[in-house]
C-alpha cells in the first residue's frame, strides 16, 4: 500500500524531485520515461517499447550478478538484498527439505552462490582499492532517484553514484554510473563500441537532464567499469564534453520522437508510407552498388 500510494503521488508531479534509495517496484511502477524506455522506442515502434516497458523481464545470470555486484560496490553489504543458497544436493530428500526452508525464508531477497558472492566481493575490492573510483565512491550519494518533466513527458533517472553536490573542481559535480563487463570488455576500445552499439548516451543525456531539470548543475559523466572474471580489471572513463553534449541532443531527439508518436494517435507501426531502403556509404561500397 505505500508504494501504491507513493507511486500515485509521483505520477501526480506532486513529488517530483530527487529521492534516496527508492526500492525498485516503486521506481518502475510510475508513468514515468526511463532511459531504458527510450532506448527501446528508439529501436522499436512505439506499441511495441510500450509492450516491452509493461511485461517485467524475467533476470538472467548476468543480470543478477550484475545487480549483486553493484549493491556490493556502493553499499559494501549484501545480505539486506541477496542471501547465499545452501550448498546441499536438491535431487535427495533432505537437500530438498533444506532448500525449500531456505527459499521459504528469503522473502524480498535474491538467492545467490557462494561463488557469485566470492566474485562480488572481488569486484568491489578491486574497485574500492583504485584510487581514481575510490575518489567518486567516497564522495557519492548511492542510487538516487529523480523524476520530472523535460519538453512535457514525464522522466526518471538513477545514476549508481550522484555527486552533483560535490563543488566545482576538476571532476566534480558530476553523476557516475558502474557497469560490469566481461574479460576484456573494460578496455576503452571495447567500451567505445558498446556505448554507442547499445544507445548508452541516452542514460547519460537522461539523467544529466533530469539532475539539470530539478536544479543541480552537473558538469562530468563518468563510468566505472568493472570485469566479472580475474583479476577483475577496473577502468574509470570521463566522457568528453562534446559526446556529453552530443548525448543530451540524443535525448532530446528521443524525447521529441516519443511526444510525436503519441500526438499521432500511438500507431501500432514504424510509420505510414511505403518506405525505400537506404543504404549508408560504406555499405554501397562493399555491395559495389
Not at 556490493?72 to 549484501?78: D, L, Q
Not at 572481488?122 to 523524476?147: H, I, P, Q, T, Y
Not at 573494460?186 to 531539470?213: C, M, N, P, S, T
Request: charge should be neutral.
Amino acid at each position: 500500500m505505500k508504494n501504491k500510494y507513493l507511486s500515485n503521488l509521483l505520477n501526480s508531479r506532486e513529488y517530483e524531485g530527487i529521492y534516496d534509495v527508492m526500492d525498485n517496484e516503486l521506481y518502475h511502477s510510475t508513468k514515468h520515461q526511463s532511459a531504458t524506455n527510450l532506448r527501446d522506442f528508439m529501436g522499436w515502434c512505439g506499441e511495441g517499447a510500450m509492450e516491452n516497458k509493461t511485461n517485467s523481464k524475467k533476470q538472467t545470470k548476468e543480470m543478477l550478478e550484475g545487480d549483486l555486484i553493484h549493491h556490493k560496490i556502493e553499499f559494501k553489504e549484501h545480505e539486506s538484498k541477496f542471501a547465499v543458497a545452501p550448498d546441499v544436493d536438491r535431487r535427495t530428500t533432505d537437500g530438498k527439505a533444506k532448500f525449500a526452508e531456505f527459499e521459504a525464508g528469503l522473502g524480498h531477497r535474491k538467492a545467490i552462490t557462494e561463488a557469485q558472492l566470492i566474485m562480488a566481493n572481488d569486484c568491489m575490492d578491486r574497485v574500492w582499492s583504485d584510487s581514481d573510483a575510490r575518489l567518486f565512491l567516497e564522495n557519492g550519494k548511492m542510487e538516487r532517484s529523480g523524476f520530472c518533466e523535460i519538453m512535457g513527458v514525464p522522466v526518471k533517472a538513477r545514476p549508481d553514484i550522484d555527486c552533483s553536490h560535490v563543488p566545482h573542481s576538476e571532476n566534480f559535480p558530476c553523476l557516475v554510473d558502474i557497469k560490469t563487463r566481461k574479460n576484456g570488455f573494460a578496455h576503452e576500445d571495447k567500451w567505445l563500441k558498446d556505448f554507442f552499439k547499445e544507445k548508452v548516451y541516452l542514460q547519460v543525456g537522461l539523467q544529466i537532464l533530469v539532475w539539470r531539470q530539478i536544479g543541480y548543475q552537473v558538469e562530468e559523466y563518468v563510468h566505472i567499469l568493472v570485469e566479472r572474471g580475474n583479476p577483475h580489471c577496473v577502468n574509470v572513463i570521463k566522457l568528453p564534453k562534446s559526446w556529453i553534449n552530443a548525448s543530451i541532443l540524443q535525448t532530446h531527439y528521443a524525447i521529441e520522437k516519443w511526444k510525436s508518436w503519441l500526438e499521432s494517435g500511438s500507431p501500432k507501426s514504424y510509420g505510414a508510407g511505403i518506405k525505400t531502403l537506404a543504404f549508408p556509404d560504406w555499405m554501397e561500397m562493399k555491395l559495389a552498388i
